[in-house]
């Protein structure tokens, strides 16, 4: 017969085993503290977004509105130019963003000179650690009506006339992506080409053998092992699809007015209405609203690749 634990000894190797496992319990401390502190703590603040905020009587004893603030961003004339804006960029750069740094991962993955594979790793992940002030006067120094590259040395060559580029809605689309691209196509490339390594390429060589080419290894062996983790980054795009890079939309194209027709984004807009109406309940709606989309997108993005795949969601 089995002995009967009694609770003693059952909380005896309760014990037992916390005493055993306690210095992982400690190494587990310090980020479980600042993750409370970080993510969950500032959730409070959520309220404010149903408050107006009136500072001579303190944020938490403010009257509560109700959705009133959340009417800041529908009620506006300009509501659906900023979620047009927000929605179309984050749909460019999910497709083209990743596309290009599956292509950048796959050529990494061809290049057997070690030292050329280390600098081109190096060089390609430059634009991505550098910081959006530097980067808007790099795209400046480019396209300064004045002094700018393109209309001092490009444009002459095709015999085209200088544009005012910061004065010219239509061509910020192009620009925006374009310059996206160069900030984060090193860091996506990075992330695929981590994954590309751990292929055997025993699997190529049995493809060559077999007769298969460039593209029909890259089709059947490189994209299917590809294939978890580039869902997992689409997913997570997909969750921050209606929000922006702040610093891309407002320091690249100077915080010009001319250009808020095609640079205007809900970051940016609620970002301007903070600075002129200081008005923290409405800026607090646009933020929650910007999260509960997201959240909205990520179930419904994760439902669907489930229905495709089981094994290729996230849960």
């Known amino acids: ?46 309220s404010l977004a149903f408050k107006k905020v009136n500072y001579s009587i303190g944020l938490f004893n403010s009257p509560w509105c109700g959705l009133d603030n959340f009417k800041f961003l529908f009620g506006t004339k ?21 596309a290009l740094g599956i292509f950048v991962a796959i050529c990494l993955d061809s290049i057997y000179n070690k030292f050329f594979k280390r600098f081109s790793q190096v060089i390609i992940l430059i634009p991505y650690l550098l910081s959006t002030v530097i980067i ?12 700018g590259f393109m209309n001092n040395t490009i444009l002459p060559l095709f015999g085209v006339d200088p544009v005012s580029w910061y004065n010219e809605a239509k061509y ?12 984060s196509f090193g860091y996506s490339s990075i992330l695929y080409y981590s994954t590309l390594i751990g292929i055997d390429k025993s699997y190529y060589e049995a493809a060559a053998v077999d007769g298969a080419g460039v593209w029909a290894q890259i089709r059947h062996i490189t994209l299917p092992a590809l294939k978890p983790t580039i869902i997992i980054l689409i997913l997570l795009a997909v969750g921050r699809i209606c929000y922006s890079d702040f610093g891309l939309f407002y320091q690249v194209p100077m915080n010009s007015g001319l250009l808020y027709s095609t640079t205007q984004t809900i970051d940016t807009y609620v970002y301007r209405a903070l600075l002129e109406l200081n008005d923290i309940g409405r800026s607090t709606a646009g933020g929650f609203l910007q999260s509960i ?3 909205i997108c990520v179930f419904t993005a994760n439902f669907v690749v489930s229905r495709i795949d089981k094994d290729s969601s996230l849960f």
């Open 136 to 147: 808007s006067y790099i795209v400046y120094a480019f396209l300064s009506g004045d002094n």
């Open 1 to 46: 017969m089995k002995p009967v634990k009694t609770k003693t000894h059952k909380r005896k190797l309760t014990l037992r085993r916390m005493k055993r496992y306690l210095p992982l319990y400690i190494m587990l401390l310090p980020g479980l503290i600042y993750l409370i502190i970080n993510n969950y703590m500032p959730m409070a603040g959520l």
């Open 293 to 295: 989309l997201g959240f």
């Open 78 to 98: 300009d509501a659906f130019l900023i979620f047009r804006n927000t929605i179309l960029y984050n749909l460019a750069f999910i497709f083209i963003g990743n």
């Open 172 to 183: 910020w689309p192009f620009i925006i992506v374009l310059v996206y691209l160069w900030m």
